[in-house]
């Protein structure tokens, strides 16, 4: 009878609702296997167990706000040490968010992650876990942009606000490195259930004060990439605008020598403008720009060239005997020699 009642009940436990505590079990140690793993973060099988441990998370924070298990009006103090791991869900949404690989949506990635951590280290505040400061809030995309441009070109860099920072980074790196030095203490008792409960909240609170160095740190880091990747989205949005100074493309056309091979030509290649070797030269010639020498003739040397020929004209009508005689000599040397006579550069 026992154990029939036992295999009728099976089936209702198992469709029953995941535990709070398990959920938030499963999405951390989702995230620990791919934080630690060797395998390419791009990996389809990693990629999964990043989608898989954000649902967790999820569903496991949606139960969190239905049981209203935190308040802005209590105490770390009042806090079960129970409940204490609960604080960790926007953390580790965040830190599996940052891991996801999907360059189209890179961009609401980053902001996501940035909302998850800021929400963490609001809450870490008003519990009074750890001393530090928030990182700005009205930090956006388009705002970063629209600042810079409002105000010309960027200043020089503040040292001692530089020589700050970089003091509050060593001191954050410090922190964090003993922190996970007590981590490793205390890690084996509390995984073995052996730790007794103020073992088991200092764990917690160990966890909590790591996870805030890390968000102040993935906040800096995703400030900075944010800005870069919506200059990245300004620079393909100008890149993809047509340019409107755009110069015709020059169209070819064959020269032909006559008319004739002009209309052959035509017809065989419609796509190509046509042109004899008259049209050509009856064009160049209404430009004064025929290419005789390489360069227009002037208008002095046509004069020089027309009076020197009227003066051996009439030289040779006034019986000039040196013209004549040289007229008569060149008729003779023309018919005893034929043309290109003498020009040994045309041999064959």
């Excluded at 049209?279 to 010639?285: F, K, L």
């Amino acid at each position: 009878m026992a154990a029939a009642e036992s295999t009728s009940l099976s089936p209702s436990q198992a469709e029953e609702p995941p535990k709070l505590s398990d959920l938030l079990d499963r999405g951390w140690k989702l995230y620990e296997e791919v934080d630690t793993t060797n395998d390419p973060i791009a990996a389809t099988h990693i990629q999964v167990k990043i989608k898989r441990g954000i649902t967790q998370l999820e569903e496991a924070t949606r139960m969190v706000a239905q049981l209203d298990l935190f308040s802005r009006n209590e105490e770390l103090e009042e806090v079960a040490t129970t409940d204490l791991k609960y604080l960790m869900l926007p953390v580790l949404l965040g830190a599996l968010t940052m891991k996801q690989v999907n360059l189209p949506k890179r961009l609401e990635q980053v902001q996501i992650a940035r909302c998850y951590f800021l929400d963490f280290l609001k809450r870490c505040k008003e519990y009074n876990i750890s001393k530090f400061e928030l990182p700005k809030t009205n930090l956006n995309s388009a705002g970063t942009l629209e600042e810079e441009s409002a105000n010309g070109p960027p200043k020089p860099p503040d040292l001692i606000a530089m020589a700050t920072v970089r003091a509050a980074k060593i001191e954050r790196y410090t922190q964090r490195k003993n922190t996970e030095a007590k981590l490793s203490e205390i890690k084996a008792a509390v995984d073995s259930g052996q730790a007794d409960d103020e073992i088991v909240r200092d764990f917690y609170l160990l966890n909590l004060r790591k996870w805030i160095v890390v968000s102040l740190e993935e906040i800096e880091s995703i400030d900075q990439e944010i800005e870069i990747l919506t200059r990245m989205d300004v620079l393909k949005q100008s890149s993809a605008e047509p340019s409107q100074s755009k110069r015709p493309p020059m169209k070819p056309f064959i020269l032909t020598k006559d008319a004739v091979q002009a209309r052959v030509f035509g017809a065989g290649y419609p796509s190509l403008p046509t042109m004899s070797v008259d049209d050509w030269y009856e064009q160049h010639r209404k430009k004064n720009a025929l290419p005789d020498q390489g360069i227009p003739r002037s208008t002095e040397d046509v004069d020089a060239e027309e009076r020197d020929q009227e003066e051996k004209e009439k030289r040779v009508e006034n019986d000039d005997e040196e013209a004549l005689q040289k007229a008569r000599d060149w008729d003779n040397w023309k018919d005893t020699h034929q043309r290109g006579y003498g020009n040994r550069k045309n041999m064959g």
